[in-house]
């Protein structure tokens, strides 16, 4: 495993500039690709999103972490063939039927991917239908469903029941989250996590998957 | 400025709690509280109890008025919950709010224009949320084009420009700031409003951010606010932009709320 301090540190601070050009110092290095991105980046934002839980680091310091690692990405995805790739899983994620906010989903979603999570975002105002054919289009490990409104929340388990219908309710983790959404509502609607922020919702992921680290 | 106090919220636990246990004597003193503090009207929100939402809005309505001679502002993105709190509500109310969202516009516009009461207009368009200060405005147009066009007059219509976190997107600050004074000028008469606390989300010391941004939307000409007006630091600052904006004459008010200790930083 080669050291990648420099790109650990530019990932940190958001430094996009020497960041990429301490991607491609590794590449050309002949830093093997697979190892820049466990051990440089995704470790990098898996400390970044647990400093930012606990309050560390704020939303804006967060999201120019995970921009930085997007530059970085650049460069190493043609690197990859489509078989290499080693996802930690696959993620799908959306706002609820008749929402329209999605700031805190795409903090989930910057965060998910910084992990090294594939994710499918649907963007907002997704009905169940779309949910169960994105399900058996994209089959992932996970569903990621957010709601701000308390009155979108009932699109949750309605969600959760239209999957139920298809008989895919069991092949799919679900995860919820959103301001007025509680681990109390998560067990009432049989969703099997609650996370309440981005950088948890990683921790929750993980743990769903059975990853450790 | 015209105050809507926002204390009774069931997001908030003694509120919950409170109204969980129909406990009226708590939510009288928290309405009481404000309303010695300055406000014009009463937010009331139980969006918390989902399907229980209807009851104890009406429970809340009830019991803060029973006790404390002002309006409230019934709080709700359900229509069939304000449809249902306002039958109850003696004097006209405030409704928050009404939206482009086709159905919630649908479902709203019957109740606002059947009862005399002010309405809240927020900038949602149909499908998705306005960033830009364009976007903002031209949302704003048309719900008040729609609205008056439905025989409800101006001044009843607050335009609620859509407070997003400038920690997300730093323009987005300064986006609603020139929206209110777009809509502002472009609708003489017409009332705008916001609440504060969206602008600082993710950030920290979140009450001075959302202290300056509230002095920020006064001087882009803000009508009303949504606040804590129990909140002293905030208040300070409330009444000493009115006084620097010219709207507090021979600063009465300032030094009012002076002599009453009010005024710490």
């Not at chain 1, 069991?170 to 007025?180: C, E, F, H, L, Y």
């Not at chain 2, 004097?91 to 969202?101: A, C, D, K, T, Y």
């Not at chain 2, 472009?186 to 705008?192: K, L, S, W, Y």
Request: proline content about 4%; glycine content about 6%; overall charge negative.
């Amino acid at each position: 495993m080669s050291d990648f301090k420099a790109l650990a540190e530019a990932v940190t601070k958001g430094d996009i500039k020497t960041a990429v050009a301490e991607t491609q110092k590794a590449l050309d290095s002949g830093s093997n690709v697979q190892d820049i991105l466990d051990n440089g980046l995704i470790a990098t934002m898996d400390e970044v999103g647990e400093r930012f839980s606990k309050g560390l680091i704020f939303v804006p310091q967060m999201l120019r972490s995970a921009r930085t690692m997007q530059e970085c990405m650049k460069l190493l995805q043609p690197l990859f063939q489509e078989s290499d790739v080693t996802s930690k899983g696959k993620v799908l994620i959306g706002t609820v039927k008749g929402d329209l906010h999605d700031i805190g989903k795409n903090l989930v979603s910057m965060m998910m991917e910084g992990a090294g999570f594939t994710i499918t975002d649907l963007g907002v105002d997704v009905a169940p239908e779309k949910f169960v054919q994105k399900v058996q289009e994209v089959e992932p490990d996970i569903v990621g469903m957010s709601a701000l409104l308390s009155t979108t929340m009932p699109s949750m388990p309605l969600t959760i029941e239209a999957l139920q219908k298809a008989e895919i309710r069991d092949k799919v983790k679900i995860m919820i989250g959103g301001a007025p959404v509680t681990e109390k509502y998560a067990q009432e609607i049989k969703a099997d996590s609650y996370a309440s922020d981005a950088g948890s919702a990683v921790t929750k992921a993980k743990e769903l998957l059975g990853i450790r680290g | 400025m015209i105050i809507v106090a926002e204390k009774i919220n069931t997001s908030r636990r003694s509120i919950a709690e409170a109204v969980e246990k129909r406990d009226a004597g708590f939510i009288v003193k928290v309405a009481r509280d404000q309303a010695d503090a300055g406000a014009n009207y009463i937010d009331v929100n139980a969006g918390t109890f989902l399907d229980r939402e209807v009851d104890c809005l009406c429970w809340l309505v009830e019991t803060v008025q029973s006790e404390v001679d002002l309006p409230l502002c019934l709080d709700s993105p359900n229509p069939t919950a304000l449809a249902e709190a306002i039958k109850l509500h003696k004097g006209e109310p405030m409704l928050n709010s009404i939206s482009l969202e086709e159905d919630r516009f649908e479902a709203l516009l019957p109740v606002v224009t059947s009862h005399p009461c002010h309405v809240v207009a927020l900038c949602m368009a149909q499908t998705s949320m306005p960033t830009t200060v364009e976007e903002r405005v031209h949302v704003a147009s048309e719900l008040i084009n729609r609205l008056t066009g439905e025989g409800i007059p101006l001044e009843k219509i607050y335009v609620d420009p859509l407070v997003q976190p400038v920690s997300v997107d730093v323009r987005m600050g300064i986006a609603t700031l020139e929206a209110i004074s777009h809509v502002m000028k472009g609708f003489p008469g017409v009332n705008t409003i916001c609440g504060l606390s969206n602008v600082s989300f993710g950030l920290p010391q979140r009450r001075l951010i959302n202290r300056n941004f509230l002095a920020l939307c006064m001087a882009y000409g803000l009508s009303a606010a949504i606040l804590d007006p129990t909140d002293n630091p905030l208040m300070a600052t409330l009444f000493s932009v009115e006084m620097l904006l010219g709207r507090d004459e021979y600063c009465e008010n300032f030094i009012e709320a002076y002599e009453n200790g009010r005024i710490v930083g």
